[in-house]
């Protein structure tokens, strides 16, 4: 029999059932599906997690199900996202932006090189940075002030690359306004 052990189970059972019968009823018929196929749920690397506004929700600490236990956690990592039971994204998107921080850092050379033309320095933020930021963003249930976060990160970056201009008037120069960035920047905003 071969053992594997289904992490991908976490987000499963996420999705299985609306209360922890259901969910219990539907993990016991994943187990009985996997045997059939000739797989086995390694029940000491499987843990579950509930995902609800209600506080109280499933309280247990642990699922039985037939002759095995499933740990509950309050979050886990999966494929580079940390998932956490109460749908908070803070950190998760705090930890996206110190990484596109640090890609964005390694590359601001380019991005302020006159060398280069607009159009190369917007697809080396679009393939190199953008990509580094949104990783697992599929996951995200965004507040305001996280849409604010992304789009103050964005901002940042597209001044870099789209630099001060004269004023007309006084001729002194200044920041872009995030209006001025919007028409600049022709694809959609980071949210």
């Not at 890609?103 to 080396?124: A, R």
Request: with cysteine.
């Amino acid at each position: 029999m071969v053992h594997i052990s289904f992490w991908f189970m976490l987000m499963i059972v996420n999705i299985l059932g609306g209360s922890i019968h259901t969910v219990k009823e539907n993990a016991e018929a994943l187990k009985m599906t996997s045997k059939e196929i000739g797989l086995e749920v390694n029940v000491d690397k499987t843990k579950y997690m509930v995902m609800s506004r209600d506080q109280n929700a499933g309280q247990s600490h642990s699922m039985k199900t037939d002759n095995s236990s499933f740990e509950r956690v309050e979050e886990f990592k999966y494929l580079g996202t940390t998932l956490i039971n109460q749908n908070s994204i803070q950190e998760e998107i705090k930890s996206r932006l110190k990484s596109g921080n640090a890609c964005y850092h390694s590359v601001q050379n380019l991005l302020s090189s006159s060398l280069l033309s607009k159009n190369l320095q917007m697809k080396i933020y679009r393939t190199i940075i953008l990509p580094v930021v949104l990783y697992g963003c599929e996951t995200w249930s965004l507040t305001l002030r996280e849409e604010c976060r992304l789009r103050v990160f964005e901002n940042r970056v597209l001044r870099r690359i789209f630099r001060p201009k004269r004023d007309e008037v006084t001729g002194e120069w200044r920041k872009l306004h995030n209006e001025e960035l919007n028409n600049l920047y022709s694809s959609p905003n980071i949210v």
